[in-house]
């Protein structure tokens, strides 16, 4: 079934990481689905998925609202002030994830669609920074814009480089992809054609 990746998040902590899509499958039915991606001793990747379908995103959210609630419950009862610590988990470099998770990747086996607009635009950027992913970065430029690739076709490149990561030749890139774009979209004028007869 052919899918497409409408948001894209991500955090780990280095040798485990987790992967959040937002997708639409080919009968127009969304989905979120969930990816556990464990660094094995051999630094292969193991993965595990589990998909939640649109009709069911109000029980989802009600069990984790349920599940945190009686968790605070628990704890008052108990004399505890906070929830158990949570380890801390950041966001990971794109190279750290599994090879089928990376924007390059995902492309290559199932084609444009299969990416949100921030995986093609971060493709694009190339790379990010030491505190955020070049998806992160190209989401960031999209939600300046809020989501409107239109908005985005017009930022100049002052505004741009204005991005912690997007020098002069990124921000060149990305006008040169939306110029592209743009002329790809303009219907060719026809030629006058006199009638005779």
């Known amino acids: 079934m052919k899918t497409q990746t409408l948001e894209h998040e991500t955090f780990g902590n280095g040798r485990r990481n987790y992967f959040i899509d937002f997708a639409q499958a080919s009968n127009q039915s969304n989905y979120i689905k969930i990816t556990r991606s464990d660094k094995q001793a051999d630094n292969t990747f193991k993965t595990n998925s589990v998909v939640v379908f649109e009709e ?33 988990f950041r966001k990971t470099g794109i190279k750290s994830w599994p090879p089928e998770m990376r924007p390059r990747e995902k492309m290559i086996a199932g084609g444009a669609t299969a990416l949100s607009e921030a995986e093609l635009l971060a493709l694009l950027i190339g790379s990010g920074t030491t505190r955020q992913t070049a998806v992160d970065l190209a989401g960031s430029i999209l939600k300046s814009v809020n989501g409107d690739l239109n908005a985005l076709s017009r930022i100049p490149q002052k ?4 991005f912690p990561g997007i020098g002069d030749a990124k ?4 006008m040169a992809a939306m110029e592209l774009t743009r002329r790809a979209n303009i219907t060719p004028e026809l030629p006058f054609k006199l009638k005779v007869g």
């Open 56 to 88: 069911d995103f109000m029980f989802l959210i009600e069990s984790f609202s349920m599940l945190f609630t009686s968790m605070i419950h628990r704890n008052e009862k108990s004399g505890k002030e906070n929830l158990p610590k949570v380890p801390e």
């Open 159 to 162: 505004k741009l480089i204005k």
């Open 171 to 174: 921000a060149i890139t990305i």
